[in-house]
């Protein structure tokens, strides 16, 4: 059974998921839409979804990390 090397995993995970909520919170926020307009609730919880889903999609394996990366 491998072992795997989960510090590099989580920060190269965290990396992806913490881009991935970024690009869903811009995606959110219109352009020209002045800031007391948008709902920010909506934004974060939408963002943070998206940034969970990330991290659960990033179990079945990273391209930042090239198969061998994660043996010991």
Known sequence: MEKRDWKRWFCAAGIRALKTVAQTALGFITVGMAM????????ASVAVVAGIYSLITSLAGLPELEEGDLDE
């Not at 007391?36 to 934004?43: I, Q, R």
């Open 36 to 43: 007391n307009e948008v709902d920010w609730k909506n934004v």
